[in-house]
């Protein structure tokens, strides 16, 4: 079959004749060199002036071509682009409904929710300088014009913003992140996307970190003005706010931005993040809770909560359920205690030393997580807060120690808690805690409807590190061993106990989930074998839960784990269907 050719233009046919052989032009110069020829002038300016206008002739014809094949090469480039969208006109989820799409759209249109551990790490201060305002449903609708038309016709999809600047490292000359270089046009843009998720709950992430100020006390009145200039237009919708998170230094929560009618309905959750080099000052702690602040969270409906501190705050006391706050003393205590249906507690930064004025009761809690840091005299922290709580509803207790050696187990407050509270303790985590074998017997025996219990330590426990039978690892998995006698163990709900009690071991009956980690130790295998024993007495005794996820986890640094044998153990994770892992 022949081709037939494409039809091209007059001036692009194959007609141009050069007035010269280029090659013998050549040849006759350089002869000319090699012998003692001289032209005249007359003949010089005749030559070249003949060679320039056959040179411009040759750039006329290379120009007339090269636009040719720019034609066809854009011709070209149009068939290639349509022979790879076509196939996209088959797709399967063109047949797909534009109600199945906006679906599948929904779970695209929204940041994924963090716990607030999350959120703090998500807010830390950034390593580069970061400006950027963005919706996550974005994505999705630049991806194509159907899809984009899909995306605008569901107002939710675009009521999720972040907002997101930071300038750590500009700190002597006023910050500059693109972003601000064209605040006038950011702002319209904001007004645009507020302006399509017309009357949708608002859910706003906003973190605006300004350089960290110089010895001076340098101020950024550039950045200032920028980020108030946003507030204040967010601030306009404030009877859609759902879900906040306000990363922002202290000195904006002091500023007049809220009119004295601005009311907010659907407030829910509300997060309040300071800079990681505010947040162990107290004086600057304190300062941010002023009275626009207490009005911006006093009539709101918010469940979950958190702050730097709550002291001197008129809070929701009603609607709270979930509160989060870096430090708690007495004051603090007090307040939360009229909140009737409070049911999780977070301290991310517990400090010892405060004289706390009574015990003070949260009984719908039954959720409370406490994280301790380094006193700043790097003295050794006391959990005793326990010794000011009761806690009749607490069913997980969550305790981590940033640095190993620094907190201290305070087990006689945690008797007393437990006695006086009369709760069920069912998930316990503890972290970096300084305590014994001995502490961790009380703590089983005084939670015998324990499911979930989880110990990360790193100390020698009390015991000697050199031998193998008093490694903790084989101490606590021979104490949980179900005896053959079992039925005559104690019960401490049938026992009149006292702080200083000497309990033997009681073994929790529910207990599902052991996860043990202590890197002071190496694996041998005769932690190996009391692990298989401990596992074996519980899968063959039908009063006691068989547990679904078992692990010990040591160092390696002085042993090799290959000759270790772990065939029992296998075998006894898949007779269960269970998750068993010796590390």
Not at 141 to 146: E, L, N, P, V
Not at 185 to 201: A, C, D, E, G, T
Not at 299 to 313: E, F, K, Q, T, V
Not at 414 to 432: A, D, G, H, N, Y
């Amino acid at each position: 079959m022949a081709i037939e050719a494409i039809p091209l233009c007059s001036q692009c046919n194959h007609s141009f004749l050069p007035k010269f052989h280029c090659g013998d032009l050549l040849s006759d110069v350089l002869e000319q060199l090699q012998s003692f020829y001289w032209p005249t002038r007359n003949d010089g300016y005749a030559d070249t002036d003949g060679l320039q206008d056959e040179i411009n002739r040759f750039d006329s014809e290379i120009n007339q071509i090269r636009q040719s094949l720019s034609a066809l090469e854009d011709a070209r480039n149009a068939l290639v682009r349509v022979k790879e969208c076509r196939p996209a006109l088959y797709s399967p989820i063109r047949k797909l409904p534009i109600e199945i799409l906006q679906h599948t759209f929904s779970f695209c249109a929204h940041t994924p929710e963090l716990d607030e551990h999350e959120i703090l790490e998500r807010h830390c201060r950034q390593r580069k300088q970061v400006a950027f305002v963005t919706l996550p449903i974005l994505n999705v609708a630049q991806s194509c014009s159907f899809w984009r038309k899909v995306c605008l016709s569901r107002a939710d999809f675009w009521a999720d913003m972040t907002f997101f600047f930071d300038t750590l490292y500009d700190t002597y000359v006023d910050p500059r992140p693109h972003t601000l270089t064209r605040a006038p046009s950011l702002l319209p843009l904001v007004n645009q996307y507020l302006m399509r998720s017309k009357s949708s709950p608002l859910t706003i992430n906003f973190h605006a970190f300004a350089p960290i100020a110089d010895d001076s006390g340098g101020h950024f009145p550039k950045f200032d003005r920028f980020v108030r200039e946003l507030l204040i237009v967010l601030l306009e919708e404030a009877g859609r706010w759902q879900s906040v998170v306000f990363a922002l230094d202290c000195g904006f929560f002091r500023l007049d931005l809220i009119d004295q009618y601005t009311i907010f309905p659907l407030l829910e959750h509300l997060s309040i993040i300071l800079p990681e080099e505010q947040r162990h000052n107290d004086l600057l702690m304190e300062s941010w809770s002023g009275p626009e602040f207490t009005q911006w969270v006093s009539g709101a409906p918010i469940s979950r909560l958190m702050i730097p501190w709550c002291r001197g705050l008129d809070l929701p006391l009603h609607s709270l359920t979930s509160v989060t706050i870096h430090h708690l003393e007495d004051s603090s205590a007090h307040i939360l205690e009229g909140c009737p249906s409070l049911q999780q507690l977070r301290i991310l930064s517990y400090r010892t030393r405060d004289n706390w004025s009574a015990i003070r009761q949260f009984l719908s809690l039954s959720h409370l997580e406490i994280w301790l840091s380094p006193e700043p005299e790097f003295y050794p922290n006391v959990l005793d807060v326990f010794d000011h709580m009761t806690l009749p509803s607490l069913s997980t207790l969550i305790v981590k120690s940033e640095y190993d050696g620094w907190t201290e187990w305070d087990g006689s407050g945690f008797t007393l808690m437990v006695l006086r509270s009369k709760c069920r303790l069912e998930t316990l985590s503890f972290t970096r805690i300084d305590m014994t074998i001995d502490d961790v017997g009380k703590i089983l025996s005084l939670t015998p409807h324990l499911t979930h219990f989880t110990l990360h330590l790193n100390s020698t426990m009390g015991a000697d590190e050199v031998e193998d039978a008093d490694c903790p690892f084989v101490t606590i998995l021979k104490n949980l061993c179900v005896k053959q006698d079992h039925h005559d163990e104690p019960n401490p709900d049938d026992v009149s106990l006292t702080p200083s009690s000497s309990l033997p071991w009681t073994i929790p009956k529910y207990l599902i989930h052991v996860d043990i980690i202590n890197l002071n130790y190496s694996m041998v295998q005769s932690i190996i074998d009391a692990a298989c024993d401990m596992l074996k007495s519980r899968f063959d005794n039908s009063d006691y839960s068989t547990l679904e996820y078992f692990r010990l986890h040591g160092t390696q640094w002085d042993s090799d784990m290959t000759h270790l044998d772990k065939t029992l153990l296998y075998q006894l994770a898949s007779d269960s269907g269970s998750q068993y892992s010796i590390l």
